[in-house]
């Protein structure tokens, strides 16, 4: 085994060593940080960067603490983000302007979407990423197999592994997107996006995956007291008036903290945003991560302590419109950020419908507009409520945050086409027309490229047969990824698409993607029987092509395809072909069934006609085909057509 690189020393002049021995003699000793920064490699260039991007922060922090610029958490509690505080106000007011800290906002996999109140703790999180600070949203595909107790009397349904799996691919996707619209809204209001600005979405299944029990019972579990978590009102609450606190669920906030700790060691995260019904965890939290770091066995990695490295939290308002009802809840049912749950028209009419009472805070909470926007827009409104004009800022941004801007426009004119008289006509023609989600080709791609705002939706139904086969290629076409079954053979061949699966596995031994991570593998040509290997849970199997086309497929009985009445596309008997085949065998038919008619029989023959004339149309009626047509569609056209010339002739002669 080789010595570290401070304990070699070189050979003796002349003598002689092997090949390995001298690149371990040359290479470059490794440059590490413990607090708060990854383990890296810093050569002179990457070093130079840092050193230059703390400068920046010291002249920054001088400015501010001189009175020449706003500090970031007095813009937080200006804006009203700032609830219930895990620390001193003041403290974190230093903190912040002294340092370039980290912050996180959780977000547990329980449902298939993001909602609207997921936005109000993530809004901060997006101010802080804008000013500088490291940001990172973290998706608990570890912790939301267990599900938050917090407020809760009665415990949450168990979810199956596959459905929190299912549920993980959506929300990274979601906040993908969320992230992307953030750096577009950046440039648009003036932020200048330099070489510290560092954002990232993690997961916290995979170090908890790694992580031994025993550590965990070591560093925190041995320390822990168990008096003040059971002191907390929702615990009590749970143990009294509900359904009891399983160990599970007694865990979570030690998870949750477990989780601080991780991230502050590897990325520098030392600020928890959450909820308002978050307080308790992130007090919880802070507790354990001091205990962990106290732990620690190995006096040379114990971090240090103090004002400027201690874990700090703080929770964002709950939101009540002006009759005290929840924000964001509708006859029960959440305003979901995905499209196609919730479609952008709908959530640009949802903020237009809020109340003028609550349209000033809603502005400061949900948009990045500055403070004299926000009281110019609404001094306009009061001066002329009927417009709206506040309303339609709020909704406007909120959309363009969510979906992007051209949704935003797009909804707009919708909105006004509908409900403005005066201008609906101008509006109206100023939309611009979507193209229709479909299967992508190389053209398609070309000219619509896919982005995440115009990505189509991510979940859809096929039936088992098309698996039972295995074709991947058909599989493909099916999921609407490739526009023909030789367009996706040939995607397979180059490996343009990827299966979520456990990478560096071959197709035999592949046991599908880890139920807690999101890892992908390219999309190869395997024998059709290995397609199983890559069905998540017998129910599930998730396909990807470029970085944001995603399809989560749900493999449903034959049976109740069948009774679903839908196809897809290259589903059997449903060809273009075999429609004209039908066509023409029904034409056919028609001829022999009035040649064999009684053309004596005035009564019946004027039927026979009314009949004809309802069922073949007027006489200059003509069948519609598909614009691009094979030679053997062209052949069948010609067959149905000279078909009908002669049925039109005996009808004539009649």
């Known amino acids: 085994m080789s010595l570290p690189v401070v304990a070699r020393a070189w050979p003796p002049p ?5 090949r390995r021995c001298a690149k371990q003699l040359l290479q470059r000793p490794q440059r590490r940080t413990v607090a708060g ?78 909602h609207v ?29 267990i599900g938050d107790p917090t407020d809760r009397l009665q415990s949450r349904a168990e979810l199956k592994n596959a459905v929190v799996a299912m549920n993980m691919v959506k929300i990274h996707y979601q906040l993908k997107k969320l992230w992307a619209n953030v750096d577009s809204q950046a440039r648009r209001f003036g932020y200048t996006k330099t070489w510290a600005w560092k954002r990232g979405v993690l997961q916290n299944g995979h170090w908890w995956n790694k992580l031994p029990m025993l550590e965990v019972l070591q560093r925190l579990g041995a320390h822990l007291r168990v008096g003040p978590l059971l002191s907390r009102d929702s615990v009590k609450r749970k143990l009294t008036q509900g359904d009891g606190l399983s160990f599970a669920e007694f865990s979570y906030p030690l998870m949750q903290a477990w989780d601080w700790w991780h991230m502050y060691r590897s990325q520098g995260i030392q600020m928890q945003i959450g909820g308002s019904d978050q307080y308790g965890n992130i007090v919880t939290g802070v507790d354990a991560f001091k205990i962990i770091r106290s732990s620690e066995p190995n006096p040379a990695q114990m971090l240090p302590t103090g004002l400027l490295h ?33 479609p952008t028209f709908e959530l640009y009419g949802y903020f237009m419908r809020r109340p003028d009472a609550d349209v000033d805070r809603l502005l400061r909470l949900f948009t990045f507009l500055p403070l004299p926007e926000i009281q110019k827009l609404v001094a306009e409104h009061a001066a002329d409520p009927a417009r709206r004009v506040a309303q339609h800022a709020l909704a406007y941004e909120v959309v363009a945050l969510v979906h992007g801007t051209e949704a935003a426009v797009e909804a707009r004119a919708r909105h006004r086409a509908t409900y403005d008289k005066a201008a609906g006509g101008a509006a109206l023609s100023a939309v611009d027309g979507a193209h229709p989600d479909g299967a992508e080709t190389d053209k398609t791609d070309k000219v619509h490229p896919t982005t995440l705002n115009n990505a189509p939706q991510v979940d859809l139904q096929l039936p088992a047969a098309l698996f039972e086969e295995g074709k991947v290629a058909r599989i493909l076409y099916a999921a609407g990824l490739v526009g023909s079954v030789s367009e996706g053979n040939r995607l397979a061949i180059k490996k343009g698409a990827y299966v979520g699966a456990a990478p560096g596995q071959t197709a035999p031994t592949n046991k599908g993607m880890p139920l807690t991570q999101l890892d992908f593998a390219p999309v190869h040509l395997w024998y059709p029987s290995d397609t199983k290997n890559f069905i998540i849970d017998g129910k599930y199997m998730v396909l990807r092509k470029g970085q944001h086309n995603v399809r989560v497929i749900e493999i449903v009985s034959d049976e109740a395809w069948a009774a679903s009445g839908r196809t897809y596309p290259g589903q059997p008997y449903t060809g273009k072909v075999r429609q004209l085949r039908t066509q023409l065998r029904e034409l056919k038919e028609g001829l022999a069934k009035d040649a064999d008619a009684d053309a004596d029989a005035d009564a019946d023959t004027a039927g026979h006609d009314g009949a004809n004339s309802s069922e073949h149309g007027a006489d200059d009626g003509k069948l519609v085909f598909p614009v691009e047509k094979s030679q053997q569609v062209r052949s069948l056209e010609a067959d149905i057509q000279r078909q009908r010339a002669a049925l039109r002739d005996k009808e004539a002669s009649e």
């Open 37 to 114: 920064k990854a383990f890296a490699k810093y050569g002179p260039k990457y070093q130079a960067k840092i050193d230059q991007a703390d400068e920046e922060w010291r002249q920054k922090a001088r400015r501010i603490e001189s009175g020449e610029a706003q500090s970031t958490w007095d813009m937080l509690e200006e804006r009203g983000y700032v609830k219930d505080v895990a620390g001193n106000r003041d403290d974190i007011r230093t903190l912040l302007t002294q340092k370039r800290i980290g912050a996180y906002v959780g977000i547990d996999p329980t449902a298939a979407s993001l």
């Open 117 to 145: 109140g997921h936005l109000v703790p993530l809004m901060p999180l997006f101010w802080m990423y804008l000013h500088g600070y490291r940001a990172v949203t973290l998706i608990g595909g570890a912790t939301g197999k």
């Open 310 to 342: 201690d874990p700090v939290g703080f929770t964002v308002p709950l939101l009540t419109d002006a009759g005290g009802a929840k924000f964001g809840k509708s006859a029960g049912n959440a305003v979901w950020l995905d499209r196609f749950q919730t």
């Open 14 to 18: 002349g003598a002689q060593i092997c």
